[in-house]
Antibody, heavy 120, light 110 residues
Framework: DVQLLESGGGLLQPGGSLRLSCAAS????????MSWVRQSPGKGLEWVSS????????YYADSVKGRFTISRDNSKNTLHLQTNSLRVEDTAVYYC?????????????WGQGTLVTVSS | QTVVTQEPSFSVSPGGTVTLTCGLT?????????PTWYQQTPGLPPRTLIY???TRSSAVPDRFAGSILGNKAALTITGAQADDECDYYC??????????FGGGTKLTVL
């Protein structure tokens, strides 16, 4: 079975940094595009970033461009999201999401999410 | 900036049929946007229901159907059940690796 296990969330002050990770299992990680999707408390889903299967192509929502960096380690079946210059409005549950072969493919599996709280 | 639109809320009677829509503030939704529908019970991760307009994910009952209706993507639920009461999100692919979610529809079954 596909499993996606996020970690790295926490409470931090505005301007801080955090590295989120997603440990993947149950599928050939290097064959699939991956994404991060977030959900602020009581709000809707927001696509944050995607990365191609090889890691060579990355894409970001305008709201995080220049502050967040998505990466993957295909040798360790792990996805990362480096979040810098965090703002209060970045407070959300961050979901790791597996797509199909391409970043244009839909999400077919979701992690349980990790909570990031940015507050002074 | 193009926004993806959804009805904020909808109500359906048990056993009834409801159609939720997903549109654009500018332009029409077509299959080129690979419309995808997600279902979410509060407190849990989303679940993928429909992708590429009308393809059901595994284990999704055929009570759920996706389509294009006019200039919008649509999710039709037939024979609504109590556990269909949750939030439904659509997502559209804008090209260049970019996906945009709609604001979600809160479905009430009563």
């Amino acid at each position: 079975d596909v499993q996606l296990l996020e970690s790295g969330g926490g409470l931090l002050q505005p301007g801080g940094s955090l590295r989120l990770s997603c440990a993947a299992s149950g599928f050939i990680f290097s064959n699939y595009a991956m994404s991060w999707v977030r959900q602020s408390p009581g709000k809707g889903l927001e696509w944050v970033s995607s990365i191609s299967a090889s890691g060579g192509d990355t894409y970001y929502a305008d709201s995080v461009k220049g502050r967040f960096t998505i990466s993957r380690d295909n040798s360790k079946n792990t996805l990362h999201l480096q979040t810098n210059s965090l703002r209060v409005e970045d407070t959300a549950v961050y979901y790791c999401a597996k797509r199909g072969a391409y970043t244009s493919s839909p999400v077919d599996h979701w992690g349980q999410g990790t909570l990031v709280t940015v507050s002074s | 900036q193009t926004v993806v639109t959804q009805e904020p809320s909808f109500s359906v009677s048990p056993g009834g049929t409801v159609t939720l829509t997903c549109g654009l503030t500018s332009g029409s939704v077509s299959t080129d946007y690979y419309p995808t529908w997600y279902q979410q019970t509060p407190g849990l991760p989303p679940r993928t229901l429909i992708y590429s307009t009308d393809t059901r994910s595994s284990a999704v009952p055929d009570r759920f159907a996706g389509s294009i209706l006019g200039n919008k993507a649509a999710l039709t639920i037939t024979g609504a059940q109590a556990d269909d009461e949750c939030d439904y999100y659509c997502a559209l692919y804008m090209g260049g690796g970019i996906w945009v979610f709609g604001g979600g529809t809160k479905l009430t079954v009563l």
